[in-house]
């Protein structure tokens, strides 16, 4: 007689098909649960939360800031708080970056022209690089991408104390290979505070510029 693989002529193979039909269903029941965690979540009123819900822009926050004081490239020094009343698009990085930096202060310069020429908007531009990054220097990079870019140059002790509510990460090391002598990673992210000081969407660094400015536009 010959051999046969039949789980019911051979009784060394067990029936794995109820375990396997279990599996299945243990699978279904727990992505239903995850999918009701995360789509039901509502406030009190019925609404969808808004704070740090993620979209095809970016990211929706509702963050208070702390006030901060930093050298500009203006010739003075400037808070955050002087800038009250107005929209703030902010990013950080230092003027030897040789590309996040530059793309992203393009990026700032294509969203200024598609707003209004009268839209009420800073753009503002802070240095972990403090040490190199002089007031002077700074004017020279921002002005090469726009005349009303403001620079800020920024020192470790503030920026320590601000870096919690942008999630700013940033660290300095030696690289032979650059002209410089050294690189710096840094956060990439563009930050948008509202004219209350409180920061309101941050947006990766590949989020467009047309959707930014889109987007700005029905905020200002």
Known sequence: MSETNDATTNPQRPNRR???????????????MSSYVLFSAQNADGTTPEINRIDSVGEIVDQPLTNFTFPAST?????????????????????????????????????????????????????????????????????????????????????????????????????????????VTHTASKFLINPEGDLIRVYSFTAEAQAIADELRSML
């Open 18 to 32: 109820p375990l396997y039909i279990l599996s299945a269903v243990l699978f279904v029941l727990i992505f239903a």
């Open 75 to 183: 010739g003075e020094d400037l808070s955050l708080s002087d800038f009250a009343g107005q929209y703030v698009m902010l990013s950080f990085g230092y003027t030897s970056c040789p590309d996040v930096c530059p793309a992203t202060l393009l990026e700032f310069r294509r969203i200024k022209a598609m707003l209004s020429e009268d839209a009420n908007i800073a753009f503002v531009f802070i240095s972990v690089d403090g040490g190199r990054d002089t007031p002077q220097i700074l004017d020279r990079y921002v002005q090469r991408f726009d005349p009303t870019f403001i620079g800020l140059q920024g020192d470790d002790t503030q920026l320590q104390d601000i870096q919690d509510e942008y999630g700013l990460i940033y660290d300095i090391q030696e690289n032979e290979n650059t002209q410089a002598g050294y690189m």
